[in-house]
């Protein structure tokens, strides 16, 4: 019996074509489909499904396989939990669970294309000590224009994210500002979540070094080595190192991603932007 309608057997037919919740969500999404019973041109869904996602459009084709997702999801939830089957929130889940896939097929695709990343390299991401987090900071801007977006994230020794976060800066008169920037805010992040045995990486030479050296000069990164500085006495371990590129890619995209999206903070939460590079660090301590 459908778990939902308790009106008519749960066939594959039914549930994802004929019940009255399912029908309103493809009719409510953005492809507008309508499934008429009484259609002489009907047919079962899994035919259907076969005639539709056959040479068209790749995004009608994640379209409705995202639908088909979701109300398999939410027939889940109903059966498992008791939670009432939201129309709407159906469909809004939907279009975040088509968003997320197309934000993580992008960094994938750069990936796999050809990026400074592959699956195993000499240099690549390691996991902190038993008891301490890592933190990877880094920045990037565009080639034109003031814009600079600033990517944090901390993991365990499991190579677990723990926390990460976003932000867009302006005006930044150079990338030495803005990875001192970097730094200053993924360690103002870390004291907030009170990750007090923590090692901070960044690829910025210049910085690392001056933050070890405690370098404060008379000018505007100067002033940011300071603040960091004074940050020091909020851990009660703190390691401050340099790595190449290739160990600071999750900061790297992350950095790049927040160039076009708002500022964020995700808390014990894997940003979908980036879960394929956070996969790819972990693959050579696998091995």
């Given at each position: 019996m459908c778990v939902v309608c308790g009106e008519h057997n749960e066939t594959n037919s039914h549930l994802f074509m004929e019940c009255h919740w399912s029908k309103q969500i493809w009719f409510a999404s953005s492809l507008g489909v309508v499934f008429?019973?009484?259609?002489?041109?009907?047919?079962?869904?899994?035919?259907?499904?076969?005639?539709?996602?056959?040479?068209?459009?790749?995004?009608?084709?994640?379209?409705?396989?995202?639908?088909?997702y979701e109300i398999w999801c939410a027939r889940n939830k109903k059966y498992f939990e008791g939670?009432?089957?939201v129309v709407v929130a159906t469909v809004q889940k939907t279009q975040r669970s088509i968003m997320n896939f197309k934000s993580a097929?992008?960094?994938?695709?750069?990936t796999l294309s050809g990026g400074p990343i592959l699956p195993?390299?000499?240099?690549?991401?390691?996991?902190?000590f038993s008891g301490f987090y890592k933190l990877n900071v880094d920045a990037t801007g565009l080639i034109e224009g003031d814009k600079w977006g600033i990517g944090v994230v901390v993991r365990d020794n499991k190579g677990v994210v723990v926390g990460t976060s976003s932000w867009q800066v302006f005006s930044l008169p150079n990338s030495e500002v803005a990875e001192a920037l970097?730094?200053?805010?993924?360690?103002?992040?870390?004291?907030?979540?009170?990750?007090?045995?923590?090692?901070?990486?960044?690829?910025?030479?210049?910085v690392v070094l001056a933050l070890n050296?405690?370098?404060?000069?008379?000018?505007?990164?100067?002033?940011?080595?300071?603040?960091?500085?004074?940050?020091?006495?909020?851990?009660?371990?703190?390691?401050?190192?340099?790595?190449?590129?290739?160990?600071?890619?999750?900061?790297?995209?992350?950095?790049?991603?927040?160039?076009?999206?708002?500022d964020c903070i995700w808390i014990e939460e894997t940003l979908p932007c980036i879960s394929a590079v956070l996969t790819f660090d972990l693959l050579p301590n696998l091995c």
């Open positions: 008429n019973l009484h259609d002489s041109r009907y047919v079962p869904f899994h035919k259907w499904l076969e005639e539709n996602i056959i040479d068209v459009d790749e995004d009608i084709i994640v379209q409705i396989l995202a639908l088909c939670s009432d089957v097929s992008t960094v994938f695709v750069e195993i390299s000499d240099v690549h991401w390691t996991p902190p970097a730094m200053r805010k993924g360690l103002e992040f870390a004291k907030d979540m009170s990750f007090l045995n923590l090692i901070a990486e960044s690829d910025a030479s210049n050296a405690h370098q404060q000069s008379p000018n505007y990164v100067g002033s940011i080595i300071r603040d960091c500085i004074n940050f020091k006495g909020s851990f009660r371990n703190l390691n401050l190192s340099h790595v190449r590129r290739e160990a600071n890619q999750s900061a790297h995209y992350l950095a790049k991603y927040t160039l076009k999206n708002l």
